[in-house]
C-alpha cells in the first residue's frame, strides 16, 4: 500500500461513549473513553482521507485535520451519522453506544428522599445495522467489546449486522485503555493483531480495510 493509500476517500467515526440523561445532573452512560476512535481518526488523516469525527463526550483533544461533531446522546450521534453518511466512502463505528435511553427523562434535579426510585429504559436505535441496511451503504467496519466468547460473538454481531469487517476486542483490554489487542473478522476469516499502542493498532485495521475496500469495489 502506498503511505497515502486513503487520499480521496471520505471516512465518518464515531467515538466515545453516548450519555443518557436522567435529569438536570444525572445520566447514564460507559466507560469509553474515545481513544480507539480517535486513533483511527488520527491513522486515517495520515493515510489522505478525509476526516469526520463524530464524538461522545470526550475530553480528547481533535487530531489536527479532523473535522469534529461533538454529540452527548445516542439519539444525537444518530442524526449527526445520518446527516455525513450519504457522501462517505466509509464508515467506522467505534462508538460505545448506550443500548437504553431514559423515557422522560426530568427537566430540574429529582429530589432524594426514601423511595426507590425505578427508570425506566427503551433500547436505543442501532446506528451501525441503520447505516449497513442503507440501499447503497458506505463500507462499514464494526466494533465489537465483548467480556467473554469474544469471537463467536464478534462474528455473530458481524453477520447480524452485515458488515464487511468487524473489529473485536476485550472490554477488559481496550476500555480505557492505552494500548489494545484485537481480531478483524472478516469473510476470509479471523485475523489477530498482537498487543500494541492504539494507533499502531489503528493504522493496521485502517490498512486491512483499505484492502478489503478494493476487493469490494472491484472484485
Ligand atoms: O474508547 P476506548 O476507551 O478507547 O475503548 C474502545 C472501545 C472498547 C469502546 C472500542 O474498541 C469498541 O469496542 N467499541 C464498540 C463497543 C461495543 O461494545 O459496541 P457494541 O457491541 O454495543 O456494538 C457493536 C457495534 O455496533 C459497534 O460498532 C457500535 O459502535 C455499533 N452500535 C451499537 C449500538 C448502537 N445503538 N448503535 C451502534 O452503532
Same mark, same amino acid.
Given at each position: =500500500?502506498?503511505?497515502?493509500?486513503?487520499? *480521496?476517500?471520505?471516512?465518518?467515526?464515531?467515538?466515545?461513549?453516548? %450519555? #443518557?440523561?436522567?435529569?438536570?445532573?444525572?445520566?447514564?452512560?460507559?466507560?469509553?473513553? *474515545?481513544? !480507539? &476512535? %480517535?486513533?483511527?481518526?488520527?491513522?486515517?488523516? #495520515?493515510?489522505?482521507?478525509?476526516?469526520?469525527?463524530?464524538?461522545?463526550?470526550?475530553?480528547?483533544?481533535?487530531?489536527?485535520?479532523?473535522?469534529?461533531?461533538?454529540?452527548?446522546?445516542?439519539? #444525537? !450521534?444518530?442524526?449527526?451519522?445520518?446527516?455525513?453518511?450519504?457522501?462517505? /466512502?466509509? %464508515?467506522?463505528?467505534?462508538?460505545?453506544?448506550? /443500548?437504553?435511553?431514559? =423515557?422522560?427523562?426530568?427537566?430540574?434535579?429529582?429530589?432524594?428522599?426514601?423511595?426507590?426510585?425505578?427508570?425506566?429504559?427503551?433500547?436505543?436505535?442501532?446506528?451501525?445495522?441503520?447505516?449497513?441496511?442503507?440501499?447503497?451503504?458506505?463500507?462499514?467496519? &464494526?466494533?465489537?467489546?465483548?467480556?467473554?466468547?469474544?469471537?463467536?460473538?464478534?462474528?455473530?454481531?458481524?453477520?447480524?449486522?452485515? =458488515?464487511?469487517?468487524?473489529?473485536?476486542?476485550?472490554?477488559? /483490554?481496550? !476500555?480505557?485503555?492505552?494500548?489494545? #489487542?484485537?481480531?478483524?473478522? /472478516?469473510?476470509?476469516?479471523?485475523?489477530?493483531?498482537?498487543?500494541?499502542?492504539?494507533?499502531?493498532?489503528?493504522?493496521?485495521?485502517?490498512?486491512?480495510?483499505?484492502?478489503?475496500?478494493?476487493?469490494?469495489?472491484?472484485?
Amino acid at each position: =500500500l502506498q503511505p497515502k493509500y486513503l487520499q *480521496g476517500k471520505k471516512i465518518l467515526i464515531t467515538a466515545g461513549p453516548t %450519555f #443518557e440523561r436522567i435529569d438536570a445532573v444525572r445520566g447514564i452512560t460507559n466507560s469509553s473513553s *474515545g481513544k !480507539m &476512535g %480517535f486513533a483511527i481518526a488520527k491513522a486515517a488523516i #495520515e493515510a489522505g482521507a478525509e476526516v469526520i469525527l463524530v464524538a461522545g463526550p470526550t475530553p480528547l483533544p481533535t487530531p489536527l485535520g479532523a473535522r469534529r461533531v461533538n454529540v452527548s446522546s445516542s439519539q #444525537e !450521534m444518530l442524526g449527526a451519522v445520518n446527516a455525513e453518511v450519504p457522501r462517505v /466512502d466509509i %464508515f467506522v463505528s467505534v462508538a460505545a453506544v448506550a /443500548d437504553y435511553y431514559v =423515557l422522560n427523562p426530568s427537566e430540574q434535579k429529582i429530589k432524594k428522599d426514601a423511595h426507590i426510585l425505578t427508570l425506566e429504559l427503551a433500547p436505543n436505535p442501532d446506528i451501525l445495522a441503520n447505516v449497513a441496511g442503507l440501499a447503497e451503504p458506505p463500507f462499514c467496519v &464494526g466494533f465489537a467489546a465483548e467480556s467473554e466468547n469474544l469471537l463467536e460473538y464478534g462474528e455473530q454481531k458481524r453477520r447480524r449486522k452485515k =458488515l464487511p469487517l468487524l473489529v473485536a476486542n476485550q472490554v477488559q /483490554d481496550a !476500555m480505557g485503555a492505552e494500548d489494545n #489487542e484485537v481480531f478483524l473478522l /472478516d469473510d476470509h476469516g479471523q485475523h489477530k493483531l498482537n498487543r500494541a499502542p492504539k494507533l499502531d493498532i489503528a493504522r493496521a485495521i485502517l490498512q486491512h480495510t483499505a484492502k478489503l475496500y478494493r476487493e469490494y469495489h472491484n472484485p
